[in-house]
């Protein structure tokens, strides 16, 4: 289903929710993080990506910038090449909108913004990825979903919990065996079997 996913952004036409969707699924960043990056935030030289704030909503306050969860959810992401390839076409693509709108233009550096550059709700995230998935007839899945599926990825091509739990932004390792203790569990028997295999004599 990831796959699938993956394969339906690739050609979609809405670029700003082609590129926040595609991080999602490739970082495991939480919604808050993604609306508040900034461009300043790319390290493009080292590929890195840098997760310094949270954009949220509440109808008091309307769009506005906290700190992130926790000590641990700062913290700095390396970037599949993949993913590097859409940023370079997404910034392009900001770029040349940014100057058609001239004055007009609301420069606030976030890389996900309204029509005029104004910073986007993070609801508008789940607007994006619903109605992608309305038109391409794929399953209904939530934003978090990406988050999760991103980390049991890791866990199942053998990354080292310890950096699962980081890229996460999970101050301890223990967050992160609570959560997917059940994904784990799966992922040692299968490490069982290969060393059975691996030993067995051959018949």
């Not at 309204?114 to 209904?140: A, C, Y």
């Not at 223990?174 to 299968?190: A, G």
Request: hydrophobic fraction near 40%.
């Amino acid at each position: 289903e990831a796959r699938q996913l993956f394969e339906v952004l690739s050609t979609y036409p809405d670029i700003r929710a082609k590129t926040a969707i595609m991080i999602l699924l490739l970082t495991g960043m939480r919604r808050g993080e993604l609306v508040g990056l900034e461009w300043k935030d790319i390290d493009w030289e080292c590929h890195i990506i840098s997760i310094n704030r949270v954009g949220a909503y509440c109808k008091e306050l309307g769009i506005y910038t906290k700190e992130p969860k926790t000590a641990g959810s700062v913290r700095r992401l390396t970037l599949p090449e993949l993913l590097m390839e859409q940023l370079v076409a997404y910034k392009e693509w900001y770029d040349k909108t940014a100057e058609l709108w001239g004055d007009r233009w609301v420069y606030s550096d976030r890389l996900f913004v309204q029509e005029q550059g104004k910073p986007i709700s993070p609801d508008t995230v789940h607007f994006w990825l619903n109605k992608l998935l309305r038109e391409s007839g794929l399953r209904h899945i939530t934003v978090h979903s990406l988050r999760h599926t991103n980390i049991t990825l890791q866990i199942a091509a053998g990354v080292p919990l310890v950096t699962v739990a980081g890229r996460a932004g999970h101050s301890r390792t223990s967050t992160t065996t609570d959560i997917y203790s059940h994904f784990i569990q799966s992922s040692d028997k299968f490490a069982a079997d290969a060393l059975d295999n691996l030993f067995k004599k051959k018949e």
